[in-house]
């Protein structure tokens, strides 16, 4: 049973499990060390099609991925401090948060980020729920193309909710955001609002009363930081105002310092 097994030999036999059932990496040398063995581990997921996935792997995958929570250490709701009226900020790793919901920057896809390895929190939050999120996304996308037909992409600031599987959230909110491409316009602003909106509307309609959100369309997607985190500021705190005990704690999840300094001018000032 894996119950019985060390966190070290269900990494051994997660590498081994996932390189047959890629078929194509079957033939992969293995990593002695810890790291190198996490690292193909997590790139063989990354690139693995939605599908099912034996009981005895998933059983593993599964232990193994709680495992790595754990190690990584848990970040409760009670453990982040209020900022103001409900409203927390918090550095760090979002795949840690204890939380009803935690908000995932998606692509049109909504299948997560195929790329081994990559540091974009969609592939993150994939990496460390499991193969499973990947798969209950695929159903989801599925569904809608047979609705709106077979070239049907998620629109921007059009939540998509899912269980957190293996992550310390119970569910995560995928949302595609608004992409810059060459200058910052009053519609992309708009639709980046709107992101932060229907996400606390998709909360307060399922019962989720906390949610972490991401810094939603910077990075690759071009929004300007500071921009980005007024929008964010601005339109959770109006809509909180609007719907008052709605949602216990959102919480703004940075990652870079530039970020958090942002959210930390905006969320003190007197002026909101």
């Given at each position: 049973?894996?119950e019985n097994m060390?966190?070290?030999?269900?990494?051994?036999?997660?590498?081994?499990?996932?390189?047959?059932?890629?078929?194509?990496?079957?033939?992969?040398?293995?990593?002695?060390?810890?790291?190198?063995?996490?690292?193909?581990?997590?790139?063989?997921?990354?690139?693995?099609?939605?599908?099912?996935?034996?009981?005895?792997?998933?059983?593993?995958?599964?232990?193994?991925?709680?495992?790595?929570?754990?190690?990584?250490?848990?970040?409760?709701?009670?453990?982040i401090p209020v900022?103001?009226?409900?409203?927390?900020?918090?550095?760090?790793?979002?795949?840690?948060?204890?939380?009803?919901?935690?908000?995932?920057?998606?692509?049109?896809?909504?299948?997560?980020?195929?790329?081994?390895?990559?540091?974009?929190?969609?592939?993150?939050?994939?990496?460390?729920?499991?193969?499973?999120?990947?798969?209950?996304?695929?159903?989801?996308?599925?569904?809608?193309?047979?609705?709106?037909?077979?070239?049907?992409?998620?629109?921007?600031?059009?939540?998509?909710?899912?269980?957190?599987?293996?992550?310390?959230?119970?569910?995560?909110?995928?949302?595609?955001?608004?992409?810059?491409?060459?200058?910052?316009?009053?519609?992309?602003?708009?639709?980046?609002?709107?992101?932060?909106?229907?996400?606390?509307?998709?909360?307060?309609?399922?019962?989720?009363?906390?949610?972490?959100?991401?810094?939603?369309?910077?990075?690759?997607?071009?929004?300007?930081?500071?921009?980005?985190?007024?929008?964010?500021?601005?339109?959770?705190?109006?809509?909180?105002?609007?719907?008052?005990?709605?949602?216990?704690?959102?919480?703004?999840?940075?990652?870079?310092?530039?970020?958090?300094?942002?959210?930390?001018?905006?969320?003190?000032?007197?002026?909101?």
């Amino acid at each position: 049973m894996t119950e019985n097994m060390t966190q070290d030999q269900r990494l051994t036999w997660l590498v081994e499990a996932f390189k047959a059932d890629s078929g194509e990496y079957r033939d992969l040398e293995t990593p002695k060390g810890t790291e190198g063995r996490r690292r193909v581990l997590r790139s063989l997921m990354n690139i693995r099609m939605p599908g099912p996935l034996p009981a005895r792997a998933l059983a593993v995958q599964d232990d193994y991925l709680r495992q790595r929570a754990a190690e990584k250490g848990v970040v409760e709701l009670k453990d982040i401090p209020v900022a103001r009226d409900g409203i927390s900020l918090w550095q760090g790793d979002i795949t840690r948060l204890a939380v009803d919901a935690i908000v995932n920057a998606a692509n049109s896809r909504m299948l997560g980020c195929f790329m081994p390895m990559h540091s974009c929190i969609d592939n993150c939050i994939h990496s460390f729920a499991g193969v499973q999120l990947r798969s209950e996304c695929a159903r989801q996308m599925n569904r809608l193309r047979a609705r709106y037909g077979p070239d049907y992409e998620q629109p921007t600031a059009v939540p998509m909710l899912t269980d957190g599987y293996n992550l310390p959230a119970k569910k995560v909110i995928h949302i595609v955001g608004p992409i810059v491409e060459d200058t910052l316009t009053d519609a992309l602003e708009r639709d980046l609002a709107n992101c932060y909106k229907n996400t606390l509307e998709m909360c307060r309609e399922n019962g989720l009363r906390s949610v972490a959100f991401c810094c939603i369309s910077t990075g690759v997607f071009r929004f300007p930081g500071e921009r980005a985190a007024q929008i964010a500021v601005e339109t959770v705190s109006d809509w909180l105002n609007a719907h008052p005990g709605a949602l216990d704690r959102v919480i703004f999840n940075v990652f870079k310092d530039e970020d958090k300094g942002y959210y930390e001018r905006l969320i003190y000032s007197e002026k909101l």
